[in-house]
């Protein structure tokens, strides 16, 4: 089983919903691998926003009301087999943060002509997050998972 590990700001709004959708189209694909997330300025234990929530459960069928975020921390990356950062920025800080992970560190952007560094929707309305979890979505379709695991 793989380790992948989303990182954004706060893991409350990109890295948790990416971590849900991620490991639903896991789970209906069939692919060995589970996602987690943690955030470099994140404050352990806050929930996932309510729009992040309400997206996943009507969009995606996925609950994420338990969600708690994490601060990001060599353990995290250590765990990890692969980290994925929803923006470059995010990559430039873990990989400057943590020199020693910089090579399983990408940027969502990365994975092909259908993923790009994913806007932060933190404070949006209801569409902004359904768009947001859609590219989120399209991105995953397009990375040979397979491949890069």
């Given at each position: 089983m793989k380790n992948i590990l989303f990182v954004?700001?706060?893991n409350t709004c990109r890295s948790p919903m990416a971590e849900a959708i991620a490991n639903k189209f896991f789970k209906e694909r069939g692919i060995a691998a589970v996602a987690s997330s943690c955030g470099i300025y994140a404050t352990d234990g806050s929930e996932a926003s309510?729009?992040?929530?309400?997206i996943m459960k009507n969009a995606y069928d996925t609950d994420i009301s338990d969600h708690r975020a994490r601060i990001v921390?060599?353990?995290?990356?250590?765990?990890?087999?692969?980290?994925?950062?929803?923006?470059?920025?995010?990559?430039?800080?873990?990989?400057?943060?943590?020199?020693?992970?910089a090579d399983?560190?990408?940027a969502m952007g990365e994975f092909g002509e259908e993923c790009c560094d994913v806007d932060d929707p933190y404070g949006g309305s209801l569409e902004i997050y359904k768009e947001t979890a859609a590219q989120i979505q399209r991105c995953f379709e397009n990375i040979d998972w397979e491949g890069c695991l």
């Open positions: 954004c700001t706060g309510k729009n992040a929530m309400a921390c060599e353990e995290y990356l250590a765990a990890a087999d692969i980290v994925i950062a929803v923006t470059e920025g995010h990559k430039n800080h873990l990989c400057a943060a943590y020199p020693g992970y399983k560190v990408y």
